[in-house]
Nanobody, 116 residues
């Protein structure tokens, strides 16, 4: 099992910035990728950004390209999401994901609210 703990959510005005952090513990050696998903009220959970832990390859949802940056610190079993130029439509619960070859692990989620 892998446990994930997210921190860094909160309330910010449009145009502002937030940094989300996620720390993994447990069987982290099995994890090859981590990332961030989000779910707004009444919508499905979708991928925001992901990163490969071995090669650092990244994926970004089109709507966040140029505004969000995902990074990792393998020594700390951590992944980060730096969010800038935030918009009200970025408001959602953000979930950390850790992926092994057989299982997806999820954090408990952290609320990000962007006011206009």
């Amino acid at each position: 099992q892998v446990q994930l703990v997210e921190t860094g959510g909160g309330l910010v005005q449009a145009g502002g910035s937030l940094r989300l952090s996620c720390v993994a513990s447990g069987r982290t050696a099995s994890v090859y990728a981590m990332g961030w998903f989000r779910q707004a009220p009444g919508k499905e959970r979708d991928a925001v950004a992901t990163i490969g832990l071995n090669d650092g390859s990244t994926y970004y949802q089109d709507s966040v390209k140029g505004r969000f940056t995902i990074s990792r610190d393998n020594a700390k079993n951590s992944v980060y999401l730096q969010m800038s130029s935030l918009k009200p439509e970025d408001t959602a619960v953000y979930y950390c994901l850790a992926e092994s070859r057989t299982t997806r692990y999820w954090g408990q989620g952290t609320q990000v609210t962007v006011s206009s």
